[in-house]
């Protein structure tokens, strides 16, 4: 009973699903992973995955401005991203990935699990805007987790905890 109106709720919402989002959206600082690896920073110095480790997080202007304080600050992009960082505001990053809310996606266990970044955001490293380059649709899930004997079942992904 629970699972039949799960599925019709789902049914109802599946129309407007971040599916058809931009795959690679304008951002609002023009910010290149392609650029700032290169120059030997890592994922970690920017991204974290804090408890429950469902998430992970962005980097703070301050972040960015421990080094655009002086590197580059005439460039009108740098003065955009000063701008944000003196208003105390956070950078209004646009997403590249999302699953919806009724989709449970923990970080944390699949990174336990040995999976790296790159099999589910592609080169990132080699980038200089980031683009949904990989499938992280339902199927894409799925035949992960088939090529990895994890889980299938509806609930795994689906049921809400
Ligand atoms: C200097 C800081 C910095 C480093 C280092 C960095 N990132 Fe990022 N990352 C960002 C910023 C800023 C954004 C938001 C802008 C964008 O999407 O390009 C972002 C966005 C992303 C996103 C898109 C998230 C979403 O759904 O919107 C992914 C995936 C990502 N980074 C992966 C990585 C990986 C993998 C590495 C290491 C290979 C890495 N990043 C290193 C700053 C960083
Ligand atoms: C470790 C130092 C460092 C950090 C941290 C850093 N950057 Fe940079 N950034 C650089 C360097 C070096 C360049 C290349 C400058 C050049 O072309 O001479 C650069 C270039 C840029 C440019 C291109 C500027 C232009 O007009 O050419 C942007 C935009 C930028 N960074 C944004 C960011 C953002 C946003 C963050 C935080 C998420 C960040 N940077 C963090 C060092 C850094
Ligand atoms: C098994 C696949 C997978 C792996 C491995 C993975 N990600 Fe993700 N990532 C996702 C999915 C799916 C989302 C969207 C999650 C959501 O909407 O809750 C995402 C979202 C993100 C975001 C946006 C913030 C968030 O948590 O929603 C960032 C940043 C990110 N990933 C960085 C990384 C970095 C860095 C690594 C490696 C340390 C990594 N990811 C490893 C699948 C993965
Ligand atoms: C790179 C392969 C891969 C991809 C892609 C992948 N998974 Fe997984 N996932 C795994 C593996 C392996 C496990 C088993 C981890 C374990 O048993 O500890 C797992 C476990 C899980 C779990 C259980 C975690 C827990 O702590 O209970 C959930 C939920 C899950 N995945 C959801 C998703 C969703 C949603 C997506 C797509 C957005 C996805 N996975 C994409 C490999 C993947
Ligand atoms: C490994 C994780 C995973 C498993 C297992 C899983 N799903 Fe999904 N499901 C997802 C993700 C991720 C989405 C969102 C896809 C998107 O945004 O494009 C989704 C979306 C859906 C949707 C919305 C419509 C659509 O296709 O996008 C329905 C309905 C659905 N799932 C039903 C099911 C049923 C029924 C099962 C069991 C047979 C199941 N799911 C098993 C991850 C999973």
Request: proline share 7%.
């Amino acid at each position: 009973m629970r699972r039949a109106c799960f599925l019709a709720a789902l049914a109802l919402i599946a129309a407007p699903l971040f599916a058809d989002e931009p795959k690679d959206p304008e951002q609002p600082i023009p910010y290149s992973h392609k650029q700032h690896l290169a120059l030997g920073l890592a994922c970690k110095d920017c991204h974290l995955n804090p408890d429950p480790g469902d998430s992970m997080t962005f980097p703070a202007s301050s972040k960015c401005m421990s080094c655009h304080q002086t590197i580059k600050k005439d460039s009108a992009a740098i003065q955009k991203l000063a701008a944000f960082d003196r208003q105390s505001k956070e950078i209004p990053w646009v997403r590249v990935y999302k699953v919806p809310d009724f989709v449970f996606f923990p970080h944390k266990s699949h990174l336990a699990a040995g999976a790296k970044c790159e099999n589910c955001h592609g080169k990132v490293a080699e980038r200089d805007r980031l683009f949904r380059e990989t499938d992280l649709s339902m199927a894409g899930c799925v035949t992960c987790h088939r090529q990895h004997n994890a889980k299938q079942t509806c609930d795994y992904c689906h049921d809400p905890r």
